[in-house]
Structure formats: structure tokens, C-alpha cells
């Protein structure tokens, strides 16, 4: 299985993408698209829609993995981002490929076992999953290739097929079971406008 | 000028068409494209992003007017509001066209001289603007032909060429200048996080 994650943004679009054998997981390619935020939005969103038509074109996934957009703090950025994986979802929908999408901290839990890792446990979690022989940089590229590795580990939140929903290990069940707590327990901070 | 206005949604994405001769205006068309809550996201944006390059490619617009999002408190719906924002931007600079963005709030000023006005009070003022024999419906439509009515009366949020920027009358730079304040006051609630 190819999964291509995509750690969407206007200004870095990171792209990742992973060759999984089971849970074995081999480094495939990671770019990052980038555009100015001198430059008009429709253009930037144009220029981010034309870069992955060509990544998912040119890698040829089975699925995109997508981090998922909260509402954040600076609502701005939150905006934009969403745009950004909208087009990631458009052109895998155009391709005819699955989506899966993880948010942040389930990405952060599935490839460091800290829903609150930072960015350099991230990246030296990537290197190690993928046997890279330096930290994968920048981080938008890491992000991304760690949203394609959570998708791997954990495919259940995938909005399509159940992916590997069968044949889970004991591990992985427990995981999934902290990862549900985990996720109630964070659901509620959100109740509460956090 | 040929203003085609879009009132950005999921479910259902108005589209209303205006000629304008100055201030003089006149109705060209209206359409409200629609998808399923049932269906997967990726697919309600790929369905909407074909039905907007259809009508953009149909009509021909000189400009591309869009409603601007804010976070409200639903988030999920303001998220998949603004990628249908997105893509609406995106097939503007498919096509080489300008864009602007006008916020509800001025749309309702705009065209009711109330940013708290209700829906059927902007359909009055849509179908006196536009001399139309019955009140535009739906909703969605009726908001789209008002996006494009309030740019053609106010385009000076326009994000691009300045469009009519020049010879307004007394009664525009009066309105212009109440615009100005409301949108101070409006920042400033923003502010306080409301």
C-alpha cells in the first residue's frame, strides 16, 4: 500500500509518501509546495492545486492522508489550511482515490506515543520508522510523512475503505483503545471551547 | 461588468449572475449547486468544483465575487464553507479571473442598509435592485445575487484591481465612510473574541 500524507498549508504544503508492507514501511518521496504570501489567495491555492495534481499523479498513492483542520486560535491560518486539504481531498476525489484524515495529535500519539510530542520527536520518530539516515526536514515535509506512518499504524479513522481494519495485533488494539480514550478525553476539552 | 457572486457552501453553493452598467444592474442568472450531507466530503467537493467551473465557464464573468468566512461557532460547517470558498477562488484563477470577497455583514449593509437584516428582507432588496417579478429563491441564490450587487455598489474590498475605484458619488464615499467605521467596530468585537 502507497500512502501519500499531506500536511496542508498555504505558505508549506508538506507531502509525504510511504510504501507500507504490513506495518514494514518504507520511505518513498517527500516535497513540500510553497507559495508566497505576497502573492493574491487564488493564486496560491491555484499553484497548491496544480502541485498535487502533479505528486499525486506523479506517486500514484492508494490513498491521501490528510491531517485534519481544527479551528484554532488564529482563525486566519485555520482557514487557509482548510482550503488547502479541500484541494488535497478534490484532487484525490479527481483521481479517484480513498482519503483518511488524522488529526494533529493522533498523528503526534501514532508515530511518538505523545499527543503532544514537538516537532523534533516527530522528526527523529520519522527517521527512525523509515530508516532515514538524517532528520527528514523541513518540518511540513516530516509532518507529512508522519501523517502517511499514523495512517499506517492506525488506518481506522479512514473515511473510506476500513483499510487493514482486520488482523489487528494485541498492541495495536491497545493502542487503538488508548487512542479512543485519549480522544474522548480531548473531545471534551473542546466542549469546553478549548 | 459581469459579476458572477457566490454564496460558498457545502450543501448548497448559490450562484447569482449580474450585469452592471455603473450602478445600473441587471439580472443574468441563478443557480444553487448542491451535494449531500449522506456523501463523502472529497466527492461533494469534487461535484462542486465541476458545477463552478461550469458556471464561470458558462457565464463568462469579469469578476468573481465571494462571500468571506469567518469562524463562527459551528465550526464544521465554517471549515467546509471556506473549501468551497477555496475552490471558487481556485476556478477564478483557472480561468485568469479577479476575485473579491465581501463579508455577510457588508453584503446585508450593502444591500439593505442593515448588517443585521434578515434573509427575506436582502430577497426584497435583490428583486427591487434587480427589478424581479417575484422574490429570488432559495436563500443561497438570493445571497449570491446580493454578494454580486454588493460588490457592483462597494467594490473597494475588492482583493484585486480596484475595480470602479474611481468617480464616487457623494452618497458611495458617505457610505464608505459608515462601511469604514462599521468595520472598525466589527475588528474590534473580533478582538474580544467574539
Known amino acids: 500500500m502507497l500512502v501519500l500524507g499531506v500536511d496542508p498549508g498555504l505558505t508549506r504544503c508538506g507531502i509525504g509518501v510511504v510504501e507500507a508492507q504490513g506495518l514494514k514501511m518504507r520511505f518513498v518521496g517527500m516535497h513540500v509546495l510553497s507559495t508566497s504570501p505576497s502573492q493574491k ?13 502533479g505528486e499525486i499523479s506523479g506517486f500514484r498513492p492508494d490513498i491521501v492522508s490528510i491531517e485534519k483542520v481544527f479551528a484554532q486560535k488564529n482563525t486566519n ?7 488547502v486539504a479541500g484541494l488535497a481531498m478534490l484532487v484525490a476525489a479527481q483521481n479517484s ?10 498523528v503526534k500519539l501514532a ?4 499527543g503532544m510530542a514537538k516537532k523534533v520527536q516527530i ?7 523509515l ?6 526536514s523541513p ?15 492506525h488506518p481506522e479513522d479512514s473515511s473510506v475503505f476500513g483499510l487493514m481494519d482486520t488482523g489487528k ?8 483503545e488508548a487512542s479512543e480514550k485519549f480522544k474522548a478525553a480531548k473531545n471534551k476539552m473542546r466542549g469546553r471551547g478549548m
Not at 131 to 136: A, D, E, G
Not at 139 to 153: K, R, S, T
Not at 169 to 176: N, P
Open 41 to 53: 489567495q487564488e493564486e496560491r491555492l491555484l499553484r497548491l492545486y496544480e502541485g498535487l495534481r
Open 77 to 83: 491560518t485555520v482557514l487557509g489550511t482548510a482550503q
Open 97 to 106: 482515490l480513498p482519503t483518511a484524515m488524522h488529526t494533529p495529535t493522533e
Open 111 to 114: 508515530v511518538t506515543g505523545n
Open 123 to 129: 522528526q527523529r520518530m520519522v527517521a527512525r520508522f
Open 131 to 136: 530508516s532515514l539516515p538524517s532528520l527528514p
Open 139 to 153: 518540518f511540513d515535509g516530516a509532518d507529512a510523512l508522519a501523517q502517511a506512518i499514523c495512517h499506517i499504524l
Open 169 to 176: 495485533s494485541e498492541a495495536q488494539k491497545k493502542w487503538i
